[in-house]
């Protein structure tokens, strides 16, 4: 495993579906938010009708990718991955280790969540990206365990 973590700015809504499209795995999970709602189905992705959306996250047993909207028609990237190394994104830091943990989800009945929770069983971990520097946990990322 190389962790890359590496940032995209000002990608345009056709742009950001290649690179979730190119990016994507089976299983790869899906949650997208908008202002008045979330995503009730993490196994779809998303298409050009969803958006403007705020933000929304890909992961799956590689990687997760974060979109958050910062001008009108485009979006900021973060990608957190153990898949070596990305020529299109910015580089943030220099030398990461991983650390993959098991994750505890909320029962969908939960009342802090937005309704659609998924009620089925996901089988997601954490990843943690540590800087072997500092020993800092610097990102916390969504994976699909094993």
């Known amino acids: 495993m190389n962790p890359f973590v590496g940032v995209r700015k000002k990608l345009l809504v056709p742009e950001l579906l290649e690179l979730i499209a190119k990016l994507a795995t089976e299983p790869s999970y899906y949650f997208l ?10 196994e779809i992705a998303p298409a050009e009708n969803n958006f403007p959306m705020i933000e ?3 992961f799956n047993q590689k990687c997760e990718l974060r979109w958050k909207q910062k001008h009108k028609d485009s979006y900021e990237v973060l990608l957190l991955s153990v898949a070596g190394e990305y020529p299109d994104f910015a ?5 990461w280790q991983t650390q993959d943990r098991d994750a505890h989800l909320y029962s969908h009945t939960e009342t802090r969540f937005p309704k659609g929770f998924p009620s089925k069983k996901l ?24």
Do not use: C, P
């Open 33 to 42: 938010r908008w202002t008045h709602k979330v995503s009730n189905n993490w």
């Open 56 to 58: 929304g996250q890909m």
């Open 91 to 95: 580089r943030v830091g220099e030398d």
């Open 123 to 146: 089988d997601i971990a954490q990843r943690y990206f540590i800087d072997k520097k500092t020993a800092t946990v610097h990102f916390i990322a969504l994976t699909v365990g094993k």
